[in-house]
T-cell receptor, first 113, second 112 residues
Framework: KAGVTQTPRYLIKTRGQQVTLSCSPI?????VSWYQQTPGQGLQFLFE???????NKGNFPGRFSGRQFSNSRSEMNVSTLELGDSALYLC????????????FGPGTRLTVL | KQEVTQIPAALSVPEGENLVLNCSFT??????LQWFRQDPGKGLTSLLL?????REQTSGRLNASLDKSSGRSTLYIAASQPGDSATYLC???????????FGEGTQLTVNP
C-alpha cells in the first residue's frame, strides 16, 4: 500500500511569507505527527493530530499551526517565515497513537531566503 | 525532560564487518523505542520497533536490543554492506503521549 506522501517536496520562500505543507498518511492511519529537522537542532516534534484534534504540541512559536481533516490528511502552516525556519519538515503517520510504528514521509524541504 | 544520546556520532567500517550502534535515554518511562535509517536528503525509514516489555527485535541482518532499566538500546548490524551507509536514528516514545524524542544519529559509512 502507498506510504506517507508529502507535498510539495521542495519549497523556496522569502522572509515574511507564509507556507502550507500537506501530508497524506497511510490509508487507515489516524494519527499524524509533524517534525522539523535542522542540522543544528536535529529532529524536533511540532505537533500531533488524531481524529481531527491536536493532541500534543511541541515547543514552537504560534506561527506554526496545523490541522487534520476528516480523511486524516493533515496540513501545517507557518506564517511570517524567518530564515531559521529553513528545514526539512517530516510528517509521520501511525495506526493508533501510542503503540504502533510511526511511518515517515519523504519530507518537504523548505528554504527561506 | 527526556534526552537521547547516540554513540558514536560517526562510524566508518569495511564491508563485511559486524557493528553495534548505541542509544541511551535518560527517562526509562518509555512506551517503545524505534530505530530509523535516513539516507541523505530523504525521510526516515523505520527499521525496528521494540515495545518496552520486549528485550529485542530482529529483522534480517538487524537486531535491536532494549534494556529499559539502564536506559540503553543497541542496534547490531551483521555483515555490513555498502548499501547500509546512512544515518541511523533511535527515538523513544513516552508512556503518556505520542511524541518521539530522537537522538542525533550515527552516520555510518561502509566501505567496499
Amino acid at each position: 500500500k502507498a506510504g506517507v506522501t508529502q507535498t510539495p517536496r521542495y519549497l523556496i520562500k522569502t522572509r515574511g511569507q507564509q507556507v502550507t505543507l500537506s501530508c497524506s498518511p497511510i490509508s487507515g492511519h489516524r494519527s499524524v505527527s509533524w517534525y522539523q529537522q535542522t542540522p543544528g537542532q536535529g529532529l524536533q516534534f511540532l505537533f500531533e493530530y488524531f481524529s481531527e484534534t491536536q493532541r500534543n504540541k511541541g515547543n514552537f512559536p504560534g506561527r506554526f499551526s496545523g490541522r487534520q481533516f476528516s480523511n486524516s490528511r493533515s496540513e501545517m502552516n507557518v506564517s511570517t517565515l524567518e530564515l531559521g525556519d529553513s528545514a526539512l519538515y517530516l510528517c509521520a503517520s501511525s495506526l493508533r497513537r501510542t503503540t504502533d510504528t510511526q511511518y515517515f514521509g519523504p519530507g518537504t524541504r523548505l528554504t527561506v531566503l | 525532560k527526556q534526552e537521547v544520546t547516540q554513540i558514536p556520532a560517526a562510524l566508518s567500517v569495511p564491508e563485511g564487518e559486524n557493528l553495534v550502534l548505541n542509544c541511551s535515554f535518560t527517562d526509562s518511562a518509555i512506551y517503545n523505542l524505534q530505530w530509523f535509517r535516513q539516507d541523505p536528503g530523504k525521510g526516515l525509514t523505520s527499521l525496528l520497533l521494540i515495545q518496552s516489555s520486549q528485550r529485542e527485535q530482529t529483522s534480517g541482518r538487524l537486531n535491536a536490543s532494549l534494556d529499559k532499566s539502564s536506559g540503553r538500546s543497541t542496534l547490531y548490524i551483521a555483515a555490513s554492506q555498502p548499501g547500509d551507509s546512512a544515518t541511523y536514528l533511535c527515538a523513544v516514545r513516552p508512556v503518556s503521549g505520542s511524541r518521539l524524542t530522537f537522538g542525533e544519529g550515527t552516520q555510518l559509512t561502509v566501505n567496499p
